[in-house]
């Protein structure tokens, strides 16, 4: 077996074996079973490190991966163990290893009630094998055991770890995603038994493409709603405020900095490359629907009153820019989906850590009750308005390349609809830019409110907000200055599976 292989199953072996590590320590023991996850993750994260830069060629398949395990899994039922890391999926390995990472270290010293941190940090492990899991898988029916895997810890973290009413927000994120599983299974059914293989390689390669443009159509619909849940795309939308908002802070981070890259990577990678003849049908529809999660994002965000939903009907507009990238199915739209998906992960990842510490601090999230918090809090008060203006859009920051290359892939594919969306996604960065300025003049700014006169004693940033902010604030930075970090390594893979689009 070759080192990159080895990588491979490391990446899905060691946040496996940290996780039980932590869960079967007892209770008395928390503490160093919160540091033996963390550290488990840490080594996660160095494996993902090991990974360089492959060679593609467009032309020849939209994956050509860098390092690849294939053995036989299901032999009777043609089912393989197949798993591989290209320039598309690397970036966002990278970035659920780096999250939970800095989730499981910030677990070290905050634990929110009622405790038992072992097994908090045990289910953000499991998680990181479930969500990594879907990155690396070459095969669909393994693609949807993974995409399974995060279902119930999600659930548990919610429901034990949230807040008031965690149970109905718990109970609401299993619905719609067992709503969307439904569909998936149903999509992986037909694209299997009608091709006679799940190797997304074979599937995605235009020389061996075997389904007719009807079935094509029939299993991007189902794929794509299913999806759409995960992303998620308006109008399927409506779990996601509830679960961010009850969430506790290290499962909002993790929800919304990678679960929901699962949805928007599935139909690039699944979706796109499987049936892409049937994308090419269904690109208008996705596009209105995208560029409507960007104005209705905005819109309600301007409604809002509670600073964690607030966040989290922003996360409805930025992957709205997302989902309009891949939309235009060509290559600018494609990069910017994948600069996207890292940005929001990093962005809206350090705005929950922020809205968190603030909630910790001052026992509300509601703005009208957080106002004067430059005076009492300024170091706080000063991340959350980077992270603000960076989840805005502003140039030099992670957030603006997303943004500014969805609109323009939209202007480059050219006509009156296409055009329009475009025109109509700027203004929807335009209103990001409203309520994000607004939250701050209401939180930052203004008389000091009686919840934020309290913090004058915890202003200052804890060592657990040093140790999982900064990181997220130097990506920030970086991403922002030298976009070629993420774009760098998907330019191949990218133009492969643009080329796949038009054969």
Same mark, same amino acid.
């Given at each position: *077996?070759?080192?990159?292989?080895? *990588? #491979?199953?490391?990446?899905? %072996? $060691?946040?496996?074996?940290?996780? $039980?590590?932590a869960a079967a320590m007892p209770a008395r023991l928390d503490r160093a079973a919160r540091v033996g996850g963390t550290a488990f993750a840490a080594a996660t994260f160095g494996a993902a490190l090991f990974f360089v830069p492959g060679t593609t060629t467009p032309g020849t398949g939209a994956i050509l991966p860098?390092?690849?395990i294939d053995v036989p899994w299901a032999p009777d039922l043609s089912l393989r163990f197949h798993l591989g890391v290209d320039g598309i999926s690397y970036p966002l390995v990278a970035l659920t290893t780096a999250l939970t990472m800095l989730c499981c270290a910030y677990c070290l010293w905050r634990v929110p009630d009622p405790g038992r941190g072992r097994l908090l940090v045990a289910l953000l492990l =499991?998680?990181? =094998?479930? %969500? %990594?899991?879907v990155f690396l898988a070459l095969d669909l029916v393994l693609f949807f055991v993974f995409f399974e895997v995060v279902l119930l810890p999600m659930y548990a973290v919610i429901a034990v770890w949230g807040g008031a009413d965690r149970r109905r927000a718990a109970r609401k994120f299993v619905l719609y995603t067992l709503f969307g599983s439904v569909l998936l299974l149903v999509g992986v059914f037909t694209v299997v038994s009608a091709t006679g293989t799940a190797d997304l390689v074979a599937l995605t390669d235009p020389a061996t493409r075997p389904m007719s443009s009807g079935l094509q159509l029939f299993a991007f619909v189902l794929l794509a709603v299913a999806f759409a849940v995960k992303s998620p795309l308006w109008p399927l939308h409506t779990w996601l405020p509830a679960a961010h908002t009850e969430a506790p802070t290290v499962g909002s981070v993790i929800l919304a900095g990678v679960l929901l890259k699962m949805g928007t &990577?599935?139909?690039l990678r699944v979706a796109v490359g499987v049936a892409p003849?049937?994308?090419? !049908?269904s690109a208008p529809v996705l596009g209105i629907l995208a560029t409507a999660a960007i104005i209705v994002g905005g819109l309600v965000c301007l409604a809002q009153t509670e600073l964690k939903r607030l966040i989290a009907y922003s996360s409805v507009g930025h992957m709205g820019f997302v989902l309009l990238g891949v939309a235009t199915l060509t290559t600018t739209g494609f990069q910017a989906a994948l600069i996207g998906n890292i940005a929001h992960g990093i962005v809206t990842g350090l705005l929950f850590f922020v809205a968190g510490g603030i909630k910790d601090r001052a026992h509300t999230g509601e703005l009208a009750q957080l106002g004067g918090l430059r005076e009492t809090a300024p170091a706080l008060s000063g991340v959350l308005a980077f992270a603000a203006i960076a989840s805005l859009g502003l140039p030099g920051l992670a957030g603006f390349w997303g943004e500014a290359f969805a609109v323009f892939a939209a202007f480059e594919r050219g006509g009156p609809l296409w055009s329009t969306l475009g025109v109509l996604a700027a203004a929807g960065a335009a209103l990001a830019a409203a &309520?994000? #300025? !607004? $939250? /701050? !003049? !209401? =939180?930052?700014h203004g008389a000091a409110t009686p919840a934020v006169t309290a913090l004058t004693t915890e202003g200052r940033l804890r060592p657990g907000e040093l140790v999982a902010w900064s990181? #997220? @604030? $130097? /990506?920030? /930075?970086? @991403?922002g200055i030298v976009p070629v970090l993420v774009l760098g390594y998907s330019a191949d893979p990218v133009a492969a599976l643009a080329e796949v689009i038009t054969r």
């Open positions: *077996m070759s080192t990159g292989q080895t *990588m #491979l199953l490391a990446l899905l %072996i $060691l946040p496996a074996i940290g996780a $039980l590590f860098w390092a690849e =499991v998680l990181e =094998v479930g %969500i %990594i899991g &990577y599935g139909l003849d049937a994308a090419a !049908r &309520y994000f #300025l !607004r $939250l /701050l !003049r !209401r =939180v930052t990181p #997220l @604030v $130097l /990506l920030t /930075l970086a @991403v």
